[in-house]
């Protein structure tokens, strides 16, 4: 299938998701942490890129980023800087991300504030600790500031740090999920893309074992299809897909 155009936001302002290949690290100790920060603040900086959040997790990395067009140039940045370097340091050599990075447009101020705690959320998900905790994502940069993260829109939509914690700290931490997510895909090349995926057709997908249901869900992800459209497609809950889709 060829490669689909990315999308232009409005506002330039796109979620950003790098996946390790075969879900492997991408970090394997705090010094790699701590490079791959200094990477991404110093081609930000070269390439006209606001990072207003982000959160390093073991295998994978979210950015909220504001760009003037496609943040392509800093994407590839960062991959042609961290990649050597992290192959050098452990002996390796190939790929260390999974395929070209996964990114979504910000289309208003109510999905830009979910993509804000759903990054800072990642750690929870996990099990790791509460995102307050958490060293590695820019929670505690709307709080206490720090060098890498533009805060001022968010902390200006939510009236400063107050507003922010309580956001943050909202028991409808899930309300994301029924944010209508973006994707260039037709609904065509979505039934297309199942029908290719999944020939039995969507009637059987009750027959499949949960390993089998879950690789589905993920095969469908990673083929350009949202969680809502997941959902759609399959005939599968949300809260289905969602689980799923929170573990890779």
Same mark, same amino acid.
């Given at each position: 299938?060829?490669?689909?155009?990315?999308?232009? &936001?409005? /506002? #330039?302002?796109?979620?950003?998701? @790098?996946r390790g290949i075969n879900k492997q690290a991408i970090f394997l100790d705090d010094a790699d942490r701590r490079k791959f920060l200094k990477t991404i603040l110093r081609f930000a900086e070269e390439t006209n890129v606001d990072i207003l959040a982000w959160c390093l997790m073991s295998n994978h990395v979210h950015l909220l980023l504001k760009a003037e067009g496609l943040p392509d140039l800093f994407m590839k940045k960062i991959g042609c &800087?961290?990649?050597?370097?992290? #192959?050098?340091?452990? /002996?390796?050599? $190939?790929h260390l991300f999974q395929d070209r990075y996964k990114s979504e447009t910000i289309r208003d101020d109510r999905y830009m504030l979910a993509v804000v705690r759903y990054i800072h959320m990642n750690p929870e998900n996990a099990n790791i600790c509460k995102m307050s905790d958490y060293k590695w994502s820019s929670y505690n940069e709307y709080v206490t500031g720090g060098e890498l993260v533009h805060t001022d829109l968010i902390l200006n939509m939510l009236g400063g740090?107050?507003?922010?914690?309580?956001?943050?700290?909202?028991?409808?931490? #899930?309300?994301?999920?029924? @944010?209508?997510e973006h994707s260039n895909l037709s609904e065509k090349e979505i039934q297309e893309l199942? &029908?290719?995926?999944?020939?039995? $057709?969507?009637?059987?997908?009750q027959r499949l074992l949960p390993s089998?249901?879950?690789?589905? @869900?993920?095969? *469908?992800?990673?083929? $350009?299809?949202?969680?809502?459209? @997941?959902s759609h497609v399959t005939g *599968? $809950?949300?809260n289905v897909v969602y689980s799923v889709l929170k573990g890779i």
């Open positions: 299938m060829p490669r689909q155009a990315r999308c232009f &936001s409005e /506002g #330039n302002y796109f979620h950003v998701m @790098i &800087s961290y990649v050597p370097y992290f #192959n050098k340091k452990y /002996g390796r050599v $190939g740090v107050d507003g922010y914690t309580q956001f943050m700290e909202t028991t409808d931490k #899930n309300s994301y999920m029924d @944010i209508d199942f &029908s290719k995926l999944f020939p039995a $057709g969507k009637h059987n997908i089998e249901r879950s690789q589905l @869900i993920v095969s *469908l992800c990673e083929a $350009g299809l949202t969680a809502a459209q @997941i *599968l $809950g949300k």
